[in-house]
């Protein structure tokens, strides 16, 4: 079969958006491919593409078998476009516009003619001489509608033509798609309106995320399953959970109080990560200068028997590793040095904890107790109010009026909620990779990279179980309007 329009494998990336992605379309002659999706799936873009308003970032788009980008004037022979706004000459009547357009694309026509092509698609008789400025969006729209049939062209791209058009003037157009459809004319249409899809289309795709998703007959369906299918692949689409998370995450950078809170806990971490490196080598000198002292002590003993110089002990002391930079573990409480002698056992003493106060009980400022203590109640601040602003302030209504589901809306802010956290928290982190990958008092390594990468994934999961936790505990305290809007 010979296709008037198609795409392979063609592909857009802007510059923070991948609007398409390897989209595969064919369209045959006479018929009405109609695009449905949200806004920003990829369908004005798909059409700019086949006009070669915009250039592919790979793949090709083909025009009665000519390539877009190698042929971009030659193309436009056979399209026709009716954006959305249709911006004409404001101080140009209806009529000139039209002869202006038309002469424009090689047609000459005569007056009554080109009033002919203005009725035809519903502009009133006595609009057609009055200027452009006066008219409204519908009528502008009409006059586009007339300038796309006057070009007589194989292929027509519309997007959102029937934006502005009312009940009546939509039913016009939509016999004048079919009249053109029946006259070999191929459209492809971007709309939101699935109901005029099913009425005017021969076939409707479904785009998410600049992917077509699905393509159906339009024959094979009735509206209302056209409908339920579309809902359905919507709320299967990732957007709504990565779009909320989005609105959480800059809404709670622009938080003062969170600003504040985030810093001062950003400062504690980066403090305990550089105190940390500072006991660790104060520790490693300590326990050096003490093993040099014992050694020297059993090197310069008097003259002895023998027997009586084996008994003469040495320390051994717990190995420490790199992570204690971290996380002090147990050592604090558990002593970390045993003094070796023959024929005693002898406990393991010098724990901190002996020499310390009652306070040590309470943690000692190291990554561990942030990350531990104060990290937790930062997560408690920020979901605390999650549920309850959004019910008040009445945007927890429109979010689910769009077709979000409480679970989404949940989700999505959990997310939104777990950026900010490791927004705080990954600085430090970083600067602790640095040092125990760049000191020398740290034997780095295979092992190191895993201890750390289990430090990292571990605390990843404590954080989001708190964010998920804290956020269904002010959930379930809202019970009553969850019953409320359950969907």
């Not at 006066?134 to 509608?145: D, E, L, W």
């Not at 339920?228 to 959480?248: D, V």
Request: hydrophobic share 45%; charged share 15%.
């Amino acid at each position: 079969m010979t296709y008037i329009l198609e795409a392979k494998e063609l592909r857009k990336q802007y510059a923070d958006k991948l609007a398409l992605r390897g989209l595969n379309l064919q369209i045959a002659p006479g018929e009405v491919f109609c695009l449905l999706g949200q806004n920003g799936a990829g369908k004005s873009t798909t059409i700019n593409l086949f006009l070669g308003f915009v250039q592919p970032t790979a793949g090709a788009a083909f025009v009665n078998g000519l390539e877009v980008a190698t042929n971009p004037i030659k193309i436009k022979e056979y399209l026709a476009y009716i954006p959305e706004q249709v911006m004409l000459y404001p101080h140009l009547t209806g009529l000139e516009n039209l002869a202006l357009f038309s002469s424009l694309a090689g047609y000459k026509y005569p007056q009554w003619e080109l009033v002919q092509y203005l009725t035809d698609a519903g502009l009133p008789a006595e609009a057609v001489q009055r200027r452009v400025g006066t008219y409204s969006k519908g009528m502008r729209q009409k006059v586009g509608i007339a300038i796309a049939v006057a070009k007589h062209a194989k292929v027509l791209l519309l997007d959102e033509p029937t934006s502005g058009l009312d009940p009546k003037a939509s039913n016009e157009f939509s016999e004048l798609l079919r009249r053109l459809s029946g006259q070999g004319t191929a459209v492809l249409m971007a709309t939101h309106d699935i109901f005029r899809a099913k009425e005017v289309g021969t076939r409707v795709g479904i785009m998410r995320e600049g992917e077509l998703v699905d393509v159906r007959p339009t024959a094979t369906l009735n509206a209302q399953e056209l409908e339920q299918l579309y809902l359905t692949f919507m709320k299967l689409a990732p957007p709504m959970m990565h779009s909320i998370a989005q609105k959480e995450f800059i809404s709670t950078l622009r938080d003062r109080r969170f600003g504040v809170l985030s810093a001062l806990v950003l400062a504690l971490l980066l403090a305990a990560t550089l105190v940390g490196r500072a006991s660790y080598r104060t520790l490693q000198q300590e326990r050096q200068l003490a093993q040099a002292t014992v050694n020297e002590q059993f090197r310069n003993q008097p003259a002895r028997h023998p027997h009586r110089v084996a008994h003469y002990g040495s320390f051994a002391f717990r190995p420490k590793s790199g992570l204690s930079l971290l996380d002090a573990g147990v050592d604090s409480f558990t002593g970390s040095a045993v003094f070796l002698e023959a024929h005693q056992q002898n406990s393991v003493n010098f724990s901190p904890a002996q020499q310390s106060g009652s306070l040590i009980r309470f943690g000692e400022m190291t990554v561990a107790f942030v990350l531990q203590l104060l990290v937790p109640l930062l997560i408690i601040f920020l979901c605390f109010g999650a549920f309850t602003q959004e019910r008040e302030t009445g945007t927890l209504k429109l979010l689910l009026s769009q077709g979000v589901t409480m679970r989404q809306v949940a989700w999505g802010k959990i997310l939104g909620y777990s950026q900010a956290v490791a927004l705080v928290v990954a600085p430090a982190l970083a600067l602790a990779a640095v040092l125990l990958f760049t000191g020398e008092e740290f034997a780095s390594g295979v092992d190191l990279a895993a201890r750390l990468t289990l430090f990292v994934v571990s605390y990843a999961v404590y954080f989001f179980l708190f964010v998920v936790g804290a956020w269904w505990y002010r959930l379930g305290r809202a019970a009553p309007a969850r019953r409320w809007l359950r969907c």
